[in-house]
C-alpha cells in the first residue's frame, strides 16, 4: 500500500507547479487554475491526469508584474519583493533584518537597504509551465539605509541560488543570503563564519491593516536561531489567542510570538512589537530585539507570518540576537484528506523541498529530481483543532498546521511542519557552517498548496 501511494504522489509531482496553482488572494487568480486534477486514493498510482501540466500554474507576466509580495524570511527579515517578468528584473527592500550588512560586523544591518537585479527561469523544474513561474534572483546591487553600497554576489551560490516561485496571490522559496561572522564582545557573543546561500521567505500579494481582524485562536509553529549560541536552533508549538487590539494570551501561560501588544509598523503594512518571548535560551545582554508581523489574506484565510528580529550592538554591549520565523494557523478541526497533494517552498536546511501528503502518509521530495527522501505519519484525532501530531519514520515527533482549505472546493491553502529530527539529508553543506557539522534539528519547513487536492 505504502509503495503504491509513494508512486502515485511522485507522478503527480511531475504535473503540480511550486506554488499554489490554485490559491486565491489576488484579483489575478484565474478560473482555469481551480480545475481538480483527482482526489486522494482516486489518483492512483498513474497520478494526475498529464493535461494539468499545461494549465497556467502563475499569473501572467504582466499581472506578476503588477505584484508586491510582503512577507517574513527565517532570517527574522520583512521583505518586500516586485518581481517583472517583462523585463526580467526585480526589486527587493528589507523592511527589518538583523542581518549585518558585512562579515565581521554585526551593524549597521540590512534593513533600509534595497537592491535590484536580474532574474532567470529556472531550467531544470519537471515542466516548462513550473519553469516559467520560477525565477532565480540574480545578485543584486543598492544602497543600505547608511547610504554605503550593498550587493549579495558574494553570498550567491549559482548551485543553490535564491528562487522565488510565484503563484496566485503567494510567491515563496529563498531570498538573497548572506555571509555571518562576527568575533564577539569582551570575548564573548563570537558567532562562527557561516555563509547561507539564501533564507527561506514566504510573501503574499494581498496584506490586511486592520488589527482588529486577527482576533481569534491560532495555532503556530515557530523556529528560532541563535548565532552567538553556535547557530542553536530550537522549534516549538504555540496555541495563542488574540483579542482585536492584538493583545496575545495563551493557556501555556505565555505568548512565543509576542511579548507586546501589536502595533502598526512605520516601515510598511506590518505590525511589531516590543520584548518578544525567547525559546532557544542562549545568553544574551541587554535587549533590542522586536517581533514583526505579516498580516497576510490567503486563499480566503488569514494568515498570520511572524518575525523575531534579533538585535546586536556592540556600542551599547546589547547582544539578543535571537532571530527567526513562525506561522500561524485559525483554530479549526482538519479532517484526513483535507490536505492531500503536494507543497512546496524551502525549508530549514536551505534546501527546496515538496512535501506530499495522501491521507496519514508524508514524504518529502526534491523537485528537480522528484527524488524521494524522508517520510512520516499524521495523526487526525477527531478534534484536532487544527494541530497535527507528526512522526517521522525514525520515530522523531512534531506537529503540522495549514490554513487555506475549504472542504467543498479544490482549491488549497499552506501547509507548515516541524520535526525534532534531521530529514532529507540535513543542511545543505554550502550553509552549514564552516569547519563544523551543523546540527539539523529541528527540521521546519512552510510550503504553498501545488495541486492534486
Known sequence: MQTAISRGLLSVLVSIPLVSACSGGSSTSASTSGASQCSGASCGIQGAPTSAAIQPLCPTEASI?????????????????????????????????????????VTPTRAGATITGAVTHRTD????????????????????????????????????????????????????????????????FSVPDRKFDFYPFIGFADVDTNLADLKGTYNGLVYHLQPSDNYRAVGTNTTETFDASGNCTSSAGSCTTTGGTWAAASAGSYFTSSNPPRIVGGATLGSGAHANMVLARFNGALVPIVVRTGYANPGTLTVDDESGIAMLAAAGNIASGTLDGGFVGADSNFKYTATLIQGTSGKFVDPPTSTAESTFTLDYPSSNQGLLSVQDSAGNAGFAIATGFSPSSTVGGLFAILLQGTENGGIAASSSIVGQTTSSTPYFGIGAFAGAH
Do not use: H
Open 125 to 188: 523544474l519537471p515542466s516548462a509551465e513550473q519553469n516559467r513561474c520560477a525565477f532565480v534572483l540574480q545578485p543584486g546591487n543598492g544602497t543600505a539605509s547608511d547610504g554605503s553600497a550593498y550587493a549579495t554576489t558574494g553570498s550567491f551560490n549559482a548551485s543553490n541560488p535564491p528562487t522565488i516561485f510565484v503563484g496566485y496571490g503567494v510567491a515563496g522559496g529563498g531570498i538573497p543570503g548572506a555571509e555571518v561572522q562576527y568575533p564577539g564582545i569582551l570575548g564573548l
Open 65 to 105: 508584474a503588477q505584484n508586491t509580495y510582503l512577507g517574513g524570511a527565517g532570517s527574522g527579515e520583512i521583505v518586500s519583493l516586485k518581481i517583472d517578468p517583462t523585463s526580467m528584473s526585480y526589486t527587493l527592500k528589507w523592511l527589518e533584518s538583523p542581518i549585518p550588512l558585512t562579515a565581521g560586523q
